[in-house]
């Protein structure tokens, strides 16, 4: 599997850049195995811009500015790209682009006056783009991920405050993702009737399971 070949540079940035486990290993593999999926749905989709969209799945938080000077990390990634991957440098960047305006928070100051999200033109590349952004957006309904980054952020608060923070994240971002416009591919739209459900129990029943696509 791709995954396993670019799994050695993941871990490497992970520790550099002490990326914990809620945005690390576990969750470039459930990510890039999401727009797989996707990517199976989209038509007409040619293998580059296939490639692209797994890759940029895979990387994506590599380059988040919650764990990395974002010049720094995008410099890394290149580097690695052009190196060891035989990438050309015009189409590392243009991976370096898709995956610095993946992220929700980032978006979320990009809202029209009928509060829907405007996302970033990729051209030719947009495709790729919006199944790795749509991808990652589904892994968010994975429950663990928000308890260990909440613990991450506020190690001194109770298991109870940790679960309840929580909740309130799903009932108020992650359950909206369809309603509010951030989940448009069709084949994503699919998957998150069940991705809710078991979001749903998992915060129910304080479960920690991660369960990969």
Known sequence: MLYETLKPFLAKMCDIFNIDESHGLRHSEATMRYADILADTVAG????????????????????????????????IKWWLVSEQWWKEDIANILIDIITTMSYSKLTKAIDSNKHPVFPDHGNWQISYEIARNADLLESYTVARCVLYNKRLYPEKTEDEHWQRAKELFDSRVFNYVKDGWITLPGALVLVPELEANAKKCLEERCMDWNMP
């Open 45 to 76: 989709i040619t293998e580059e811009q296939r490639h692209m969209a797994l890759m940029a799945a895979c990387v994506h938080d590599l380059c988040d500015s919650k764990y990395t000077d974002v010049v720094e990390a995008s410099k890394l």
